[in-house]
């Protein structure tokens, strides 16, 4: 696609919920990332993949976070039990390859949970 | 641990000034460093940095990096309102991931 898309673009979840959030990056970039963003604090960085591989998860801040990418392609960022510490804008990312930092950034999806 | 320091956290001018945007870092593996403006949600690229003492220049805005003093500034020259937004510098190390300040916001006053 013409840039990173993300969906959905806002959510309202209750604590205790399951919520999975998507990623399509731009067609073509073989590295994405996953960032979170709570209101007023900077960006996190939490999963990167190069194709389909995670070389660094070092940024999951727990096990009811996960995440996954098929076909080289989307990717799904999966929060179990959500908890409120979990509300912020999570920002998807991709770059043309290994090597290439030029990173481009989706819109987000806001994730609020109550 | 990777720590990115920026300066001010705050900053407000008015329209016509210019400013310039601090970004102190202690990377490992550190290979360039990015800024982006972030207005809303999402952030939107500036420049890359890669070499010491090369200024990138875009319009208003340049940018410079000091590789031995772990250092770059982002100048904007006769500030405009739309250049009200954070802006994020992210050093990049070897492995790929990005470290984020917590930005500068700029607010620019007409």
């Known amino acids: 696609g013409a840039g990173v898309s993300q969906s959905p673009s806002n959510k309202v979840t209750e604590k205790g919920k399951d919520v999975e959030l998507r990623c399509d990056p731009i067609?073509?970039?073989?590295?994405l990332y996953w960032y979170r963003q709570r209101l007023g604090q900077g960006l996190e960085f939490l999963i990167y993949f190069q194709g389909n591989s995670a070389p660094d998860k070092s940024g999951l801040p727990s096990d009811r976070f996960s995440a996954e990418r098929t076909g080289e392609s989307v990717s799904t960022l999966t929060i179990q039990r959500t908890q409120q510490e979990d509300s912020a804008v999570y920002l998807c990312a991709s770059s043309l390859a290994a090597g290439s930092y030029t990173i481009y950034f989706g819109e987000g999806s806001w994730l609020t949970v109550v | 641990e990777d720590k990115v320091v920026q300066s001010p956290l705050s900053l407000v001018v008015h329209e016509g000034d210019t400013v310039t945007l601090n970004c102190s870092y202690e990377?490992?593996?550190?290979?360039?460093l990015l800024w982006y403006k972030q207005e809303k949600k999402a952030p939107t690229f500036l420049f890359m940095l890669?070499?010491?003492?090369i200024e990138k220049k875009s319009g208003r805005l340049s940018s410079i990096l000091d590789k031995k003093e772990l250092f770059s500034i982002l100048n904007i020259t006769a500030t405009q309102t739309g250049d009200s937004a954070v802006y994020l510098c992210a050093p990049v190390r070897g492995n790929e991931k990005l470290t984020f300040g917590t930005g500068t916001r700029l607010t620019i006053i007409p």
């Open positions: 067609s073509g970039h073989t590295a």
């Open positions: 990377v490992t593996n550190f290979r360039s």
């Open positions: 890669t070499s010491s003492g």
